[in-house]
């Protein structure tokens, strides 16, 4: 059972940075893919950036590119998520999802995703 335990969100005002970190239990290179998601009060979970640890390859939605940026660590278990020029738009609970099954990408559903960190928020105020 992969546990995932994310951290460094906070509050922050419009263009200000934050990077959000993920600490995996077992290794990261693993699994499948990795994603962050993230989900404003009264709106649907959505994809913000995904990755293929053993491979690199990363996918982001089109609201964060040019702006967020997703890798990893393997030799610490940790995958990031760097997020500049942010809007308060951003707001939300944002999650760490792991899979360790083949996928033909990773740009992926939060359902094709198996394993979730508990969230941490991240307030983006104008």
């Known amino acids: 059972q992969e546990q995932l335990v994310e951290s460094g969100g906070g509050s922050v005002q419009a263009g200000g940075s934050l990077r959000l970190s993920c600490a995996a239990s077992?290794?990261?290179?693993?699994?499948?893919?990795m994603g962050w998601f993230r989900q404003a009060p009264g709106k649907e979970r959505e994809g913000v950036a995904h990755?293929?640890?053993?491979?690199?390859?990363?996918y982001y939605a089109d609201s964060v590119k040019g702006r967020f940026t997703i890798s990893q660590d393997n030799t610490e278990n940790t995958l990031y998520l760097q997020m500049n020029s942010l809007k308060p738009e951003d707001t939300a609970m944002y999650y760490c999802?792991?899979?360790?099954?083949?996928?033909?990408?990773?740009?992926?559903?939060?359902?094709?995703?198996?394993?979730w960190g508990q969230g941490t928020q991240v307030t983006v105020s104008s």
């Open positions: 999802a792991a899979r360790p099954q083949y996928a033909a990408g990773c740009l992926l559903p939060r359902n094709a995703y198996n394993y």
């Open positions: 077992g290794y990261t290179y693993s699994m499948y893919c």
């Open positions: 990755i293929r640890p053993g491979r690199g390859t990363t």
